[in-house]
């Protein structure tokens, strides 16, 4: 753009121009002055949002953050100190500010850089995050690592290295932040936390933690008697530039005497804050300070989700995780066609009309779990946990125990928290709680630490458990009302997919243990295809999620003469395995189609049944025994060889 090339030369004549594609390392930009730091800034922002733009990805949280990524970078020697983002999904900063300006336009492309921090990608990475709460403890580990390490060499008087994990305040309502604060106070060495508060989770964070955050925020009287400080200041520019350490002693002092009993000093912590987020300069001088103690500390922070740009400031949750939109006035691009989040969702406002006792739990995901409608219908009868899932699983046995039917949706991914609290709190004593896993198998863009293929392996050992697979939208809402009236733990898993074309037969009522066969003849196929023999020869077994790739393999074997059935498993637990033996029976090929791993997935289990049936010619598609890294979901999947093109072949 014409207007921007001005911009950046008028810029570049006044010394403003930082170049953030100049940047290598962090730190170049230690010796920036305060206008610089501005521009740099400003610069950030810009590749963020045009990158996210075209690609997708976590837009507010990491327009919130750039003051703060930029203090830190300033304040921490990035060859020595480690910073661990939480999630991560927040550290395109961090990206941008450790070498990685020219992968940038790949973020969360196929083949390019993660939207995640990734130890492979960069030394600067100090973790393969994704999942919320780990950084307090991976962090404290590290840092006693470091010290352990360094006490044993002999004579050696170098610093360890500094250890910042920056947590969320929703990140925070993890129970596992909590274990980790608990220990690192107890630990008592100098663990930077630097809490992140933007007063949002993905939406607007509730919960008791939540409120005492705003309490030590907004404790009025200290506020207003520092800011009194700072105005005076400020006014007498020699004070600020003579007397820095004076002013903040004393205004630390001041707030002891406000917050001497705020929760983190009770548990060992120097707390220090609240600072302004996006004051470098405020935050840099209290870094500085921080890293030289020799206790945990807390710095808390108050930034602004959406930070810089006005629809993602107006809208945070909307721009949390986006994809592709427009610049000028923050629209999403594409059609929008009804996905099984939107089924699930829909259904589920129609089910609570009809069923007093049904009430629906979320760990901080309303929105993207579709049960944000639920929750505006019947608020008393929805609960959002925070990012909490082991507590929403054992919450809904109890739940379950007084009487009620709870519906849980959480994604395949994040269930991997809550597998001992499923075994021993919902499966053990059989309670009647519904776990809807949206974002099962494949999942677009995020990458490792987000794939939803294991939920098949870890649960289908698990006694009392039913598990279903929908293939359409009318499957998903039959499967869905057929859980409520079931008994014992019922779990329903479905991709991040906008549904699938209806059939007929989707229509059929359910049956224990049994699936649909779908024949040949019955797929629409074009013109070009060859006759095929009027006996099927390839049966393909699929999940429903895996319906469209394994049709259209179905297709292409017809157009090459070869007659291939469908078989839609529906149950994923428990499986009929008289009935399926007596419908895979007189075919001479059998491919078995999973969008989970293969190893101790259905596939391998079906296999086993029908060897011991003395049935032959058995080929299992699933995803191999490695973390699946990220892509379009027909990326990821060519890449496990579970494309379409991959079904027909292992079907011929
Ligand atoms: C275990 C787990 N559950 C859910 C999520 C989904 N998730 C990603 S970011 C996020 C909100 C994090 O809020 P916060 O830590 O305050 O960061 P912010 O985006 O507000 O900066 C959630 C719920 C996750 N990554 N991990």
């Not at 352990?148 to 990140?171: M, T, Y």
């Not at 404790?219 to 700072?230: E, F």
């Not at 949750?317 to 066609?337: N, R, Y």
């Not at 499986?575 to 419908?583: M, Q």
Request: aromatic share 8%; proline share 3%; charged share 25%.
């Amino acid at each position: 753009m014409l207007w921007r090339s001005f911009f950046l030369i008028f810029l570049n004549e006044r010394g403003l121009f930082t170049n953030l594609s100049e940047i290598k390392n962090p730190e170049d930009i230690k010796n920036f002055s305060k206008k610089e730091l501005a521009t740099l800034a400003q610069e950030i922002r810009e590749k963020i949002i045009s990158t996210v733009s075209k690609n997708g990805g976590h837009l507010a949280s990491n327009l919130g953050v750039v003051e703060l990524t930029i203090a830190l970078f300033r304040s921490f020697n990035q060859k020595n100190d480690a910073i661990i983002w939480d999630v991560s999904h927040q550290c395109y900063a961090h990206k941008l500010l450790t070498g990685r300006f020219e992968k940038f336009d790949g973020l969360r492309n196929h083949g390019g850089i993660s939207g995640f921090t990734k130890m492979a990608e960069s030394p600067y990475d100090y973790f393969d995050n994704g999942h919320a709460s780990t950084s307090i403890s991976s962090g404290l580990g590290l840092l006693t690592a470091r010290t352990l390490l360094d006490n044993h060499k002999e004579g050696n008087n170098s610093e360890s290295g500094k250890v910042v994990a920056v947590i969320g305040d929703g990140a925070l309502t993890g129970g596992l932040a909590f274990e980790g604060l608990c220990h690192a106070g107890q630990l008592q060495k100098n663990l930077i936390i630097v809490l992140n508060d933007n007063q949002m989770s993905i939406g607007r964070n509730n919960g008791t933690f939540s409120r005492y955050l705003s309490r030590i925020t907004m404790s009025s009287q200290y506020q207003s008697i520092r800011n009194g400080i700072d105005n005076f200041a400020n006014k007498i520019p020699l004070i600020n530039k003579f007397l820095p350490k004076f002013i903040y002693k004393f205004k630390r002092g001041l707030k002891g005497l406000f917050l001497a009993n705020n929760m983190f000093v009770e548990f060992g912590y120097e707390y220090v804050g609240p600072l302004n987020g996006h004051d470098i300069h405020e935050m840099e001088l209290v870094l500085n300070r921080v890293k030289k103690l020799n206790k945990p500390v807390v710095v808390h922070v108050i930034t602004r989700k959406g930070k810089g740009y006005k629809p993602a400031e107006k809208d945070p949750q909307k721009f949390h995780g986006i994809g592709p939109f427009s610049i000028e006035d923050g629209s999403v691009k594409g059609p929008v066609e009804l996905t099984y989040t939107d089924v699930f969702s829909n259904e589920m406002v129609a089910l609570g009309e009809k069923n007093k006792k049904i009430v629906c739990i979320t760990a901080a995901m309303a929105k993207g779990t579709g049960l944000d409608a639920f929750s505006r219908h019947y608020p008393e009868r929805f609960f959002d946990v925070g990012i909490a899932e082991e507590h929403a699983v054992t919450f809904a046995g109890g739940l379950a125990k007084g009487g009620l039917i709870p519906v849980v949706a959480i994604y395949s991914t994040f269930i991997q928290r809550s597998i001992d609290q499923i075994i021993h709190d919902v499966a053990l004593p059989n309670f009647h709680v519904i776990f809807m896993l949206d974002r099962s198998g494949a999942v677009p863009n995020d990458g490792e630490t987000h794939q939803g293929i294991f939920d098949i392996a870890l649960m289908r050992s698990i006694p009392n458990l039913t598990i279903l697979s929908p293939a359409s939208a009318f499957e998903l809402k039959t499967m869905l009302d057929a859980a409520i009236d079931m008994k014992g733990p019922v779990v329903i898993r479905y991709p991040k997919l906008v549904c699938s074309e209806e059939l007929d037969c989707f229509r059929a009522a359910l049956d224990l243990g049994k699936g649909i066969l779908i024949k040949a003849s019955d797929l629409k196929s074009d013109s070009k295809s060859k006759s095929t023999s009027k006996k099927s020869c390839t049966l393909l077994i699929t999940t429903g999620s895996m319906i469209n790739e394994t049709t259209s393999a179905a297709i292409s074997l017809k157009a090459k003469g070869i007659s291939a059935d469908i078989y839609n498993l529906r149950y994923i637990k428990p499986i009929d395995e008289e009935y399926l033996v007596s419908i895979c029976k007189g075919y001479k090929k059998i491919v078995i189609v999973e969008d989970g791993v293969k190893q101790g997935g259905i596939g391998e289990y079906i296999e086993g049944v029908l060897l011991k049936a003395k049935l032959k010619d058995i080929k299992v598609l699933g995803f191999p025994q490695s973390f699946i890294s990220q892509g379009t979901r027909a990326e990821v999947l060519k890449d496990a060889h579970l494309s379409a093109q991959d079904i027909k072949n292992a079907g011929i």
